[in-house]
């Protein structure tokens, strides 16, 4: 046999290998005799989602509808990995709160031995997670979160300054809630003041070379990553990330005792610190899991407000009436009171999801009281969030952006976990509250003197960018922005 002849054989046999490995694995849901989307080849259910074509969301959605009510879920595969997407809200509880315990794992690649930032809450999983978390709660108690509104509604003066004093300006929404949500991150997790740009470099460019086969091997083989000592990130962002805080730490550590006024005081003054490395780790948690969604936040909802002008009335007189009855000081009390303000926050949150679906992987097996349904050990599970709050059955005409959806008599008449933008239970956002605080106070500093409506360059409609996981406009926003001093 000559050589030719033999590289042609290997090469078939190599071929029909893969192909018989590809046709097992989406082979998956059929062999357990599971209602499941038919895969196509290689793609399973999400092609052109890959190529950037399509937004995931867009592929969960069509999936959602097709099966709701016809199953507590559905199998689908993402490429080759089968995944359970849920579709009923009893299920949803059962995973997020009543059986949490089978649903401890999410599934994410970490690894804190040789990359230590890593070893934060979102990423981490298992006994070390739990511990963390343990420890973790202690930091974000709504008493912390109230000590923390001075040093926030300080910070937010920069945006006063960002805004300036022009009458009326045609400004990049995204740059101008990133300036915001950037000092925020800054002074609160890591300790800096003053001069960001070096921090926003390094949180513009922390994943470095990104390669989609290299992440997904991670989430596919985590042991095989391990042992390779895979990265996520770029070396020297996380070196950077790193220095600062223990730099911070340390600064921090010489000072008298200091009013408690940032995460990083917070955690190293906690009966059971964490060390320094892992302060370090939620530090970064915070660029990680609060960065974009902060900012897709805001902007989507000045975006609404901008194409809807008497809510955004409404709104800021809301915001000039509390802020009057408080002497002009932004107060707990006050932000408690901002009723309306805290609605259209909520309506952006459900219409523009910033985490499009919530992951769990089952670390038991879990049967459905009363049905023949068993998610299996091991199984990877998807809550389609976003297309829940989409579901026309759940609320009325879905795509049109009406805060009067949370007002407290039209929430009474909905299903839990039917809005779930933070999640729920166990691994729910930790920072919920803190969140609420931080946009609400972002709001209230760029609604009190100004106005926005669409200019020529506003895209509308809005388009997500499918090149992202999480739900974010494809271009940036760009408002007229009017200075209303009354
Ligand atoms: C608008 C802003 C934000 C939104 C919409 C958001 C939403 C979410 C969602 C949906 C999850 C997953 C919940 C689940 O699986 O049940 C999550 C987890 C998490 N978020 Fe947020 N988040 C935001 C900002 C932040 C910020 C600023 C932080 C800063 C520390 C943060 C820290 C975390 C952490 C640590 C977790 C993982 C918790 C765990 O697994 O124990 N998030 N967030």
């Known amino acids: 046999m000559d050589l030719l002849h033999r590289a042609l054989l290997t090469a078939v046999g190599a071929l029909s290998l893969v192909y018989a490995l590809v046709k097992i694995s989406l082979g998956y849901w059929k062999r357990r005799g599971i209602l499941h989307e038919k895969p196509k080849f290689f793609w399973g259910n999400i092609k052109g989602v890959v190529g950037g074509k399509r937004h995931l969301q867009d592929a969960l959605q069509v999936i959602y509808a097709k099966y709701k009510g016809r199953a507590p879920f559905v199998g689908f595969f993402a490429c080759l990995k089968p995944f359970v997407l849920v579709l009923d809200l009893e299920l949803v509880r059962h995973i997020l709160v009543t059986h949490a315990g089978n649903f401890t794992t999410r599934g994410l690649y970490s690894n804190d031995g040789s990359e230590p930032l890593s070893g934060n809450l979102l990423q ?22 109230n000590k923390l509104l001075p040093r926030l509604v300080l910070i937010s003066r ?43 470099r390094w949180t513009q460019s922390y994943w470095g070379k990104f390669s989609l086969w290299r992440a997904y091997l991670a989430l596919e083989f985590p042991l095989l990553a391990q042992l390779l000592n895979h990265k996520s990130y770029a070396v020297s962002a996380m070196a950077y990330f790193q220095k600062v805080v223990l730099g911070q730490l340390q600064e921090q550590r010489k000072r008298d005792r200091q009013p408690l006024q940032t995460f990083l005081q917070l955690y190293s003054n906690m009966d059971q610190p964490l060390d320094d490395v892992q302060i370090a780790a939620q530090a970064f948690g915070f660029v990680l899991a609060g960065l974009v969604p902060l900012n897709a936040t805001l902007s989507f909802c000045l975006y609404e407000l901008a194409r809807q002008p008497e809510l955004q009335d409404r709104v800021r007189a809301e915001i000039r009436k509390t802020l009057e009855q408080h002497s002009g000081q932004l107060t707990t009390e006050g932000l408690k009171e901002l009723l309306y303000t805290k609605q259209v926050l909520n309506e952006t949150l459900r219409l523009h999801t910033p985490y499009p679906f919530l992951l769990r992987r089952a670390t038991k097996e879990f049967e459905l009281p009363g049905s023949v349904f068993v998610i299996a050990r091991g ?40 809005f779930l933008p933070f999640g729920d239970g166990l691994r729910g956002c930790i920072a919920a509250q803190f969140v609420e605080q931080e946009l609400l106070v972002g709001l209230v500093t760029l609604l009190q003197y100004h106005r926005y409506t669409p200019c020529s360059k506003t895209a509308i409609p809005l388009e997500y960018d499918n090149g992202r996981l999480l739900l974010m406009p494809k271009t940036d926003i760009h408002l007229n922005v009017e200075r209303v001093d009354n």
């Not at 298992?126 to 979160?145: D, M």
């Not at 300054?161 to 101008?176: A, H, M």
């Not at 002074?187 to 070096?198: R, V």
């Not at 609320?395 to 009406?402: A, K, M, S, V």
Request: charged share 25%.
């Open 124 to 145: 981490l999983d298992g006994h070390k997670w739990r511990a963390l978390h343990a420890q973790s709660t202690g930091v974000f108690t709504p008493a912390n979160i």
């Open 379 to 418: 199984n990877n599970v998807l809550i389609p969030t976003a297309a829940i709050h989409r579901d026309p059955a759940i609320y009325e005409e879905p795509l049109r952006f009406d805060p009067d959806r949370f007002e407290a008599e039209a929430k009474r008449t909905r299903p839990a976990m039917s």
């Open 158 to 200: 920069g945006v006063q300054r960002s805004l300036g004093k022009e009458r009326l300006q045609t400004l990049n929404i995204n740059e101008l809630v990133d300036s915001y949500n950037l000092d925020v991150v800054a002074s609160m997790a890591f300790g800096l003041s003053a001069d960001h740009t070096e921090f926003r």
